[in-house]
């Protein structure tokens, strides 16, 4: 490939090339090409004609930046201060924003509160593993996979099995939570928005439903238009979407955060939606299709001078610094 780009734009073959007849003679090749096959001098031509790799900014890249920095010592990744529950409610009360009650105490399985309603949870899971909705003591759900119990002690069963698990066992550190519903007369669970944010800009929103073991997906973009991502979705169960003045308050949560992107995951209630949590690195971002890659990660790239932009000119971010311990 590197040898196929040094052809393509040696100077001999471009030279007196109208800009828009090499471009579309180099489409495909810039399609595939990445940064690693762009030498120096073939980088200047380009610029040159005003012709760019596509892979050159790409969020994928983006998230693996920011997951292999974790290894170099004294490197601020900020919207990772935000993946604690502590952190992020405390984040959230700063700003005045809705989020389920909480106590924020950290509980051993045997000390946890159980009260109904309420979400019982594991504090470090993935994938909703350990996570048990009780609507009363004798209808409770564990989210994961949709399992049923009709009794506190049956789901504290459950429980034990998942911290006894051969592979990733969950810890025992649990909280307790408000549940929040969105139909509360029928009990049916509010169901998630997760904002994909670069700071005040809302790119993506992925709205999914959970009904038994199974999860139903799809996709919007800004102007509540349904988008393929190249991830697999489903269109049929009924999609509620957001509205401009939910986006906007998900864009202004944005804007409180020192970092150009976060996914800002949102419970749409009965009445108006309520933080969840804050993912730094969401799942299945690797098989977002090339052109939605490119769309975000050109959206982190503007965000990036957005952000530097109101850093130069003295904003301070202090609800975040204050929630969490960055000032001290």
């Not at 992020?88 to 700063?94: K, L, M, P, Q, R």
């Not at 975000?296 to 204050?322: I, N, T």
């Given at each position: 490939?590197?040898?196929?780009?040094?052809?393509?734009?040696?100077?001999?073959?471009?030279?007196?090339?109208?800009?828009?007849?090499?471009?579309?003679?180099?489409e495909?090749?810039r399609?595939?090409?990445?940064?690693?096959?762009?030498?120096h001098?073939?980088?200047?031509?380009?610029?040159?004609?005003?012709?760019g790799?596509?892979?050159?900014?790409?969020?994928?890249?983006?998230?693996?930046?920011m997951s292999?920095?974790?290894?170099?010592?004294?490197?601020?990744?900020?919207?990772?201060?935000?993946?604690?529950?502590?952190?992020?409610?405390?984040?959230?009360?700063?700003?005045?924003?809705?989020r389920?009650?909480?106590?924020?105490?950290?509980?051993?399985?045997?000390?946890?509160?159980?009260?109904?309603?309420?979400?019982?949870?594991?504090?470090?899971?993935?994938?909703?593993?350990?996570?048990?909705?009780?609507?009363?003591?004798?209808?409770?759900?564990?989210?994961?996979?949709?399992?049923?119990?009709?009794?506190?002690?049956?789901?504290?069963?459950?429980?034990?099995?998942?911290?006894?698990?051969?592979r990733?066992?969950?810890?025992?550190?649990?909280?307790?939570?408000?549940?929040?519903?969105?139909?509360?007369?029928?009990?049916?669970?509010?169901?998630?928005?997760?904002?994909?944010?670069?700071?005040?800009?809302?790119?993506?929103?992925?709205?999914?439903?959970?009904?038994?073991?199974?999860?139903?997906?799809?996709y919007?973009?800004?102007?509540?238009?349904?988008?393929?991502?190249?991830?697999?979705?489903?269109?049929?169960f009924p999609?509620?979407?957001?509205?401009?003045?939910?986006?906007?308050?998900?864009?202004?949560?944005?804007?409180?955060?020192?970092?150009?992107?976060?996914?800002?995951?949102?419970?749409?209630?009965?009445?108006?939606?309520?933080?969840?949590?804050?993912?730094?690195?969401?799942?299945?971002?690797?098989?977002?299709?090339d052109?939605?890659?490119?769309?975000?990660?050109?959206a982190?790239?503007?965000?990036?001078?957005?952000?530097?932009?109101?850093?130069?000119?003295?904003?301070?971010?202090?609800?975040?610094l204050?929630?969490?311990?960055?000032?001290?």
């Amino acid at each position: 490939m590197r040898a196929a780009v040094e052809r393509t734009f040696h100077p001999n073959l471009i030279a007196g090339m109208v800009p828009q007849a090499l471009a579309r003679r180099t489409e495909s090749l810039r399609a595939e090409a990445t940064p690693h096959h762009v030498s120096h001098r073939v980088l200047r031509r380009l610029e040159r004609n005003r012709l760019g790799i596509r892979r050159s900014i790409s969020f994928r890249a983006k998230v693996h930046e920011m997951s292999e920095a974790r290894y170099l010592d004294g490197v601020l990744r900020p919207t990772w201060r935000l993946d604690t529950k502590n952190s992020a409610y405390n984040f959230v009360d700063a700003i005045g924003v809705r989020r389920p009650r909480s106590d924020k105490s950290r509980y051993s399985l045997a000390d946890a509160p159980k009260d109904s309603p309420g979400v019982l949870k594991a504090t470090r899971s993935t994938g909703s593993r350990g996570c048990y909705l009780i609507y009363s003591e004798d209808h409770i759900v564990h989210v994961r996979d949709g399992q049923t119990f009709e009794s506190i002690g049956e789901m504290t069963q459950h429980a034990h099995k998942l911290m006894n698990a051969q592979r990733n066992p969950v810890r025992d550190n649990w909280m307790w939570e408000e549940l929040i519903l969105e139909d509360v007369a029928n009990r049916i669970p509010a169901r998630d928005l997760k904002f994909y944010a670069f700071y005040g800009e809302v790119v993506i929103v992925r709205e999914s439903v959970r009904t038994g073991a199974e999860t139903k997906v799809a996709y919007w973009d800004a102007d509540t238009q349904q988008r393929d991502m190249g991830h697999p979705q489903d269109f049929d169960f009924p999609r509620l979407g957001f509205t401009p003045d939910e986006a906007s308050l998900v864009s202004d949560i944005s804007l409180q955060i020192p970092h150009p992107y976060a996914r800002i995951d949102m419970l749409k209630s009965e009445d108006g939606l309520v933080v969840g949590e804050f993912t730094p690195r969401p799942g299945n971002f690797d098989e977002f299709n090339d052109d939605w890659d490119r769309i975000l990660g050109e959206a982190w790239v503007r965000a990036e001078s957005r952000l530097m932009a109101d850093l130069l000119r003295g904003k301070s971010f202090q609800p975040f610094l204050e929630a969490t311990n960055l000032l001290t």
